[in-house]
């Protein structure tokens, strides 16, 4: 059983920058994929990127590469979400997902674990 806690989301001008932290609870961190997802009003949840449980892999959404950036600390059980040259369509409620030995995949239900999310707005 893991617990994911998000946290780093507020309100930014585009442009700006945000990091978001996942929390997450237990001692077998080192052993889950983090999957970093999205969900605007009246969207669909939208994968983001995500990082394997080695940390030797990422991959990212098209919307967001070369912008944001999935980092982890397997000694401080998190996973970051760095987020630059932020634009106003990044607007959304980010959660982070995990499960374990997991290969990093887009579809949500795919991740046994998720957070709470945290609210990321983007002003033009």
């Known amino acids: 059983q893991v617990q994911l806690v998000e946290s780093g989301g507020g309100l930014v001008q585009a442009g700006g920058s945000l990091r978001l932290s996942c929390a997450a609870s237990?001692?077998?961190?080192?052993?889950?994929?983090m999957g970093w997802f999205r969900q605007a009003p009246g969207k669909e949840r939208e994968f983001v990127g995500g990082i394997s449980w080695s940390g030797g892999s990422t991959y990212y959404a098209d919307s967001v590469k070369g912008r944001f950036t999935i980092s982890r600390d397997n000694a401080k059980n998190t996973v970051y979400l760095q987020t630059n040259s932020l634009k106003p369509e990044d607007t959304a409620v980010y959660y982070c997902?995990?499960?374990?030995?997991?290969?990093?995949?887009?579809?949500?239900?795919?991740?046994?674990?998720w957070g709470q999310g945290t609210q990321v707005t983007v002003s033009s």
């Open positions: 237990g001692r077998t961190f080192s052993s889950y994929t």
């Open positions: 997902a995990a499960d374990r030995y997991l290969e990093i995949t887009k579809t949500p239900s795919r991740y046994r674990y």
